[in-house]
């Protein structure tokens, strides 16, 4: 009984020691194998492109908006903050998003203002272009579209208009409710308006909502300009939208999405639109030679005139809308009321069934309301433009 009572603390003491010493070692040995299993988990999917501007000295570096946060935050909010932004993550990054931030996009009421300059008269950077045929019914003046099935369809558009003596403006405030409200737009763009704003020429080439047509390079009255100096008009801006847009390709913010920007983006301008709303048969045949369709509209908004508001605005284009509407505003600063007439027509377009296309979207929907000549609402009324503007286009 003594004996059995002194082996057997011991014993079961060494047992329990064994235990002990096995169940450390065992988990000892399993251990590094566990931690590996949880860390492959965690490991994100391929190191996301954080947005590079396009320009980097406008661009804010990922440290900048934190500087000015309060340190108030827990610590997984200011991290968040800090690191770069990981949109890839969760959705597709698209091209402006890569490009530009936010307020890079979003811009400032500044940019729409017109400044006067020395007449410029200097060409682009390079003159070669691309050209391309085009069908015999695109080649008059185009005025409107009668949609197939009659489609409630409306092309947008908003010229860009430069002259030689200015630098005129950038109304971010149509293009931020158009990008907020998902609606397609024509703009039609000056070449030395492309030049002087670069930036804002590439994101709108680059938003798939918009698509950019030629509006000549410095608003020329191509009735008026003969030979080179009308072709100039023509052909310098083709050139100065396929520089900007391969400039855009080239970008590093542009590399991983280079298949897809590449393809989304048109090499060339498809779509004219004649200063002063002017042309004759020379340049209406100088245009369809380079390939572009010439477009006027059926619905004027009068919006270069100070006087106009934005109601009558929303009102003119309510009261003459129809299947296959072209209109025409004005985005480079001389349109007076245009932002604000948006909000006071487009969602009652939408409530009506109509539905936003690009000019080139909506001439590939039907057939076109074409006439062979130029004018604002009925014939012979542009004439006046000619008067004023044939001093200065001598120069
Ligand atoms: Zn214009």
Redesign the pocket.
Known sequence: MSQRRAFSPRLGLALALLVVFAFTAGRYWLLPRTPVVERTQPVPPPPVTPPIAAKPETAPTPSEPPVIEPVSTPAPVTVGRLSPPQPSQTRPVTLLQACWTAEQLRGSPQEKQIQKQTIDRSPPARLSYQISPLSTPLQQCIRSVKPRHGEKLVALTF?L?EQAHERSGYDAAIVNYLRDQQVKATF?A?GKWMRSHPERTMQLMADPLFELGN?AWT?GNLRLLQGPAMMAQITWTQAEYERLREQLLQASCVAPLATTASAAIPTRLAVF?F??GVCNTESLAAVNQVGLAAIQWNIVTGDPAPGQTASAIARTILSQIQPGSIVVA?ANGRGWHTAAALPLFVPALRARGYRFVTVSELLAQGEVVAVDSCYELKPGDNLKYDRRRSAQAKK
């Open positions: 010229d208009c039609f000056g509006h608003h639109r200063p002063y004005h």
